[in-house]
């Protein structure tokens, strides 16, 4: 469904996007993740052919980008994080203005915008204006814009940022059965349980380079161990994280200076949790608590980055 070839894209003097490529399968639900600042948005938008490229190819279903641009455009709805609707016109007039961009026209319009008020679960609100609904609602209309032309690839970027419980639940559930009915989405989040939940793959990217690529079981196998030390402590000094950074051969130790933690990542965590525990009190370090978790996708984030995915 989507080839992205050793794509790359400088603003000025800086590389935002470094040689990235990967591929996703039509029917496919593809996470793509990384911090702040690391090239996604960039990535996504050259995808949607809304920046260009000055290296390398996408291909949306084996048609160029740049060769075909309002061609692929037609098959690709996305879902941007800002909410894209006009406030004082109804749900229904919104869907049935992005209908109409896409090309829908008379009673083919209306018919689907019924059948997308359906899918996102506000039937009963079409009438009503946008100014009038929660923050969540909107989301949802949001993401029923992008639907509109029935697209072959949906991209959504942060669709659940600041909503309530019940309407992110929603979002997932949709997202999901449009999914196992065959659509191919991509799909980026702060949330990594999103991610988890909803993705077959997924491709991390930190600096503008993709870093990882592959299942989670294929990315959580890339891990030190099963099993990691998490330690909190009252106040991490730079003297301190300086200090620990040296502590054991075949030890990985992350430090969140903010919040007072400590991850450490070795083949056997059991073996050395003593030893971390000396090593922090001889620094003077007042432990909270020290707990031996299980590695996950977000472990794995944090071991490559050094950053959570909400840094």
Same mark, same amino acid.
């Given at each position: ?42 990535? !996504? ?47 229904? @007039? ?32 079409? $009438? ?35 909503? @309530? ?80 950074? $040296? ?5 990985? !130790?992350?430090?969140? =200076? ?11 965590? =059991? ?31 944090? =071991? ?6 909400? @840094?």
């Amino acid at each position: 469904m989507l080839e992205v070839k050793e794509l790359k894209k400088s603003y000025g003097k800086k590389e935002v996007v470094k040689n990235v490529s990967f591929t996703i399968e039509k029917g496919e639900s593809f996470g793509l993740l990384g911090p702040n600042g690391a090239g996604k948005s960039t990535t !996504i938008s050259m995808i949607c052919g809304l920046v260009s490229y000055d290296h390398g190819e996408v291909l949306v279903g084996s048609q160029s980008v740049k060769q075909f641009p309002l061609l692929i455009k037609k098959k690709i709805g996305v879902v941007p994080q800002e909410i894209a609707l006009y406030p004082t016109m109804s749900a229904r @007039d919104n869907l049935l203005f992005w209908g109409k961009m896409y090309g829908l026209t008379g009673t083919e319009a209306k018919k689907r915008v019924e059948e997308v008020l359906e899918i996102v679960g506000l039937k009963d609100r079409g $009438k009503d204006r946008i100014e009038t609904f929660s923050g969540g609602m909107k989301r949802r209309i949001n993401i029923g814009a992008a639907l509109m032309h029935e697209p072959e690839l949906l991209i959504m970027d942060e669709p659940t940022v600041g909503i @309530d419980p019940q309407s992110r639940n929603h979002i997932l559930e949709t997202v999901k059965a449009l999914n196992e009915k065959g659509m191919t989405i991509i799909y980026t989040s702060h949330y990594m349980e999103e991610v988890e939940f909803l993705c077959n793959r997924v491709g991390i990217i930190d600096h503008g380079e993709v870093i990882a690529l592959g299942t989670k079981t294929e990315l959580c196998s890339r891990l030190a161990g099963s099993s990691f030390i998490q330690m909190k402590v009252e106040s991490l000094s730079d003297e301190a994280m300086l200090a620990l950074k $040296k502590f054991g051969e075949n030890t990985q !130790i992350i430090f969140q =200076q903010e919040e007072g933690i400590i991850e450490v990542f070795a083949p056997n965590p =059991q073996e050395v949790i003593g030893s971390i525990i000396t090593s922090a009190v001889h620094l003077g370090l007042k432990i909270e608590s020290v707990e031996i978790n299980e590695a996950n996708l977000e472990t794995l984030f944090l =071991q490559l980055t050094g950053r959570t995915l909400r @840094d």
